[in-house]
Each structure stands twice: as structure tokens, then as C-alpha cells.
């Protein structure tokens, strides 16, 4: 088992800045992929960044050039610099990890005010 826990969240005027962070309870190296999905009220649950082992990332149309994901295997985080947010951007944001199955965490808000 693994557990996945994020941080960063809060509440924001648009334009500014977040760092999301995700810390797993144990080493992320056999992880073949990272991810931050988000989902809004109302919503379904999208991908928003994705990070192979190798390091290549993928974005979702709306986020790409504002943000950008990470991964420190050594520190067992995957983050996600949030730039020029929008209130578009308002949702629950969860990490997600797989390592022969799927983990997530518990999710953090993000609130962007216009």
C-alpha cells in the first residue's frame, strides 16, 4: 500500500501562484507514472499533468505554458507549479501514482477568485 498526500492548495486572486506537492509514503522509482487530475463541481475528474519515469510530461490544452509538473524520486514527491491561474482553474486537485495499480490521494483545493 501506498499512500499519496497533497499539499499547496488555498485560495487566489487570478494571475497568481500555487506549488501543489504530493509526498508518497514509500519510494516512487518503480512508479512508471505521476499525475495531478482535477475535478470541479460538477465535473468530471480530468487530467491535468502526467510525468513518465523517464521524466517525459504531458498537459491537458487548457494548462499548458502555466504549468508545470514534477517529479523528485530521491525526495518521493511529484509537484505541480501552478502559474497565471485563472478561476477556470478552480477545482479539487489529486495526485495520482501507478505502480501496477492506481493510488490517489485525498486531494487539496484550489480557489482561484476573479
Known amino acids: 500500500q501506498v499512500q499519496l498526500v497533497e499539499s499547496g492548495g488555498g485560495l487566489v486572486?487570478?494571475?497568481e501562484s500555487l506549488r501543489l506537492s504530493c509526498v508518497a509514503s514509500r519510494s516512487i522509482f518503480s512508479f512508471t507514472a505521476m499525475?495531478?487530475?482535477r475535478?470541479?463541481?460538477g465535473k468530471?475528474?480530468?487530467l491535468v499533468a502526467f510525468i513518465s519515469s523517464s521524466g517525459t510530461t504531458t498537459y491537458a490544452d487548457s494548462v499548458k505554458g502555466r504549468f508545470t509538473i514534477s517529479r523528485d524520486n530521491a525526495k518521493n514527491t511529484v509537484s505541480l507549479?501552478?502559474?497565471s491561474l485563472k478561476p477556470e482553474d478552480t477545482a479539487v486537485y489529486y495526485c495520482n501514482?501507478?505502480?501496477q495499480r492506481g493510488y490517489w490521494g485525498q486531494g487539496t483545493q484550489v480557489t482561484?477568485?476573479?
Open 13 to 15: 486572486q487570478a494571475g
Open 35 to 37: 499525475a495531478w487530475y
Open 39 to 41: 475535478q470541479a463541481p
Open 44 to 46: 468530471q475528474r480530468e
Open 81 to 83: 507549479q501552478m502559474n
Open 97 to 99: 501514482g501507478w505502480d
Open 112 to 114: 482561484v477568485s476573479s
